[in-house]
């Protein structure tokens, strides 16, 4: 006739110290693979700004009638609503990876939520005081995104 092997395996249990490392090393995976395109997120900020600039669209819009204040926070409102859903799509993955010290209850989440918020707020407005200083916007947008990393977005 004809014979069959089956097997079964049972593995043991993690241990504690290994649960832990497991947990923690997953952990820096997923905040490192959300969190560092946060790095490139401010260069994209200054770099319609310098382009603008670069190519005149901003000069010709001042010279037809925009309000100086008007052009800004128009950008401002624009960058952060963008911003904004790319919030969103980190808490969506904090939320698919089961990260609770992101999303796990109100108060981690409001904190990890004004963390972003303050980030976003901090990098927009210096991305635009910096806009100044460069004539071109790839320069502009390296020079930014290098900083950022290095400085530990």
């Not at 959300?34 to 900020?45: D, E, R, W």
């Not at 700004?49 to 128009?74: D, I, M, P």
């Not at 952060?80 to 209850?105: E, N």
Request: glycine share 8%; net charge negative.
């Amino acid at each position: 006739g004809e014979a069959t092997i089956t097997t079964a395996q049972w593995p043991l249990p993690y241990t504690e110290w290994q649960q832990t490392t497991y947990d923690a090393i997953a952990s820096l995976f997923v905040a490192l693979f959300v969190l560092i395109p946060f790095t490139f997120i401010p260069s994209t900020f200054v770099s319609f700004v310098v382009r603008e600039r670069e190519c005149k669209s901003k000069h010709l819009q001042f010279v037809s009638g925009a309000n100086y204040t008007a052009y800004w926070l128009g950008n401002f409102l624009f960058d952060l609503s963008s911003y904004l859903i790319t919030v969103g799509i980190a808490f969506a993955l904090f939320a698919y990876f089961d990260q609770d010290w992101a999303v796990g209850s109100v108060s981690g989440g409001l904190g990890t939520f004004t963390l972003f918020l303050l980030y976003g707020l901090s990098g927009i407005g210096f991305a635009y005081l910096v806009s100044f200083l460069f004539e071109v916007h790839s320069t502009a947008q390296t020079v930014i995104m290098m900083l950022n990393f290095i400085s530990g977005f």
